[in-house]
């Protein structure tokens, strides 16, 4: 069992920041992947960022130039930088884990999420 625990969500203003957490924990082997995804208020969840576990770096065209993803291997945790917040970036922010488990088995874990709001 891998479990994938966000933080660091919460409320702040135009051209405010944040920066969440994506911690996972319990039987690793290993990392590959680390994507963080959103779903505004009545829209499908979409992609929001990813980085590989060579550091590799890809972000939404909506993103791109205020968010920043980066990990820390070591505590298998993933963050996301989120500057220049805009009311379009309000929605809950959700972590998706993809590596193996001890096992050899493969696992894609998600998070339940944590919601930013942007107010104008």
């Known amino acids: 069992q891998v479990q994938v625990v966000e933080s660091g969500g919460g409320l702040v203003q135009t051209g405010g920041s944040l920066r969440l957490s994506c911690a996972a924990s319990g039987s690793i082997f290993s990392i590959n992947t680390m994507d963080w995804f959103r779903q505004r208020p009545g829209d499908p969840r979409e992609f929001v960022a990813r980085?590989?576990?060579?550091?590799?770096?890809n972000y939404a065209d909506s993103v791109k130039g205020r968010f920043t993803i980066s990990r820390d291997n070591a505590k298998n945790t993933g963050y996301l930088q989120m500057n220049s917040l805009i009311p379009e970036d309000t929605g809950v922010y959700y972590c998706?884990?993809?590596?193996?488990?001890?096992?050899?088995?493969?696992?894609?874990?998600w998070g339940q999420g944590t919601q930013v709001t942007v107010s104008s």
């Open positions: 980085i590989t576990g060579g550091g590799s770096t």
């Open positions: 998706a884990v993809d590596g193996r488990k001890m096992t050899g088995r493969p696992f894609t874990s």
